[in-house]
């Protein structure tokens, strides 16, 4: 078109064929406005399309975050909640092994009474058990004082234990109604004063742990 309108110029035929020109620069006027606005829709649709895209993102960020805040909160309120029934528990089997150290002195003399020389007491022959076994369970900030608790104790079973073979070993020389001998019997007060610092350790570090509860 642009050759043919070039070679009518030169032959000076355009001026008779100027509407058919006129026409055509008009359509060509149309046709580039008519591209200029497909491009400028189409970058509006891309900003729409972009926007929308950020949109959808952003609200899944949102969604995410509050499954994320939900699932925190529901984590704290549970280890919250375990917590306290931790501290309720260890409250009591603190009371427990406060109750049954608070009995072993007079518990163990009782037993060796009852071993020794066949006379019935009211004790409790499981009460340094039940002690042990809330502390190796529920009470590890008392070890160290158990364990004093726990020597004491073995040396004072381990005398009765000496004492009930020599009863044995007299009744198998035919002696009647035999019975520990002065001597073996001398070494009792010290095994029982022996019991004394290491229980009052344990009870002492027993209130501490109570009053850390209760704060």
Not at 74 to 99: A, N, P, Q
Not at 164 to 190: D, H, W
Request: glycine fraction near 2%.
């Amino acid at each position: 078109m642009t050759k043919e309108l070039a070679l009518e110029i030169l032959n000076e035929t355009i001026i008779y064929n100027w509407d058919f020109y006129l026409i055509v620069l008009l359509i060509s006027i149309v046709s580039s406005y008519i591209v200029s606005l497909l491009k400028g829709s189409g970058k509006e649709k891309g900003k729409y399309l972009a926007i929308e895209s950020s949109l959808k993102t952003i609200e899944k960020q949102v969604a995410l975050t509050t499954k994320t805040s939900e699932s925190i909160k529901t984590t704290i309120e549970h280890d919250s909640w375990r917590k306290k029934e931790l501290e309720v528990l260890k409250r009591e089997k603190l009371e427990e092994y406060f109750l049954h150290i608070s009995s072993l002195n007079n518990a163990l003399n009782s037993e060796m009474i009852d071993k020794l020389f066949g006379s019935k007491t009211d004790y409790d022959p499981h009460c340094f058990d039940k002690a042990n076994m809330i502390q190796s369970l529920y009470l590890p900030e008392l070890l160290v004082e158990h364990h004093e608790v726990s020597k004491a104790v073995q040396n004072f079973t381990s005398w009765v234990a000496d004492g009930l073979f020599l009863i044995a070993e007299q009744s198998s020389k035919g002696v009647q109604n035999p019975k520990p001998t002065r001597e073996f019997m001398q070494k009792q007060p010290a095994l029982l004063k022996a019991l004394i610092e290491p229980i009052s350790n344990a009870l002492q570090k027993s209130k501490k742990v109570a009053q850390a509860i209760n704060t």
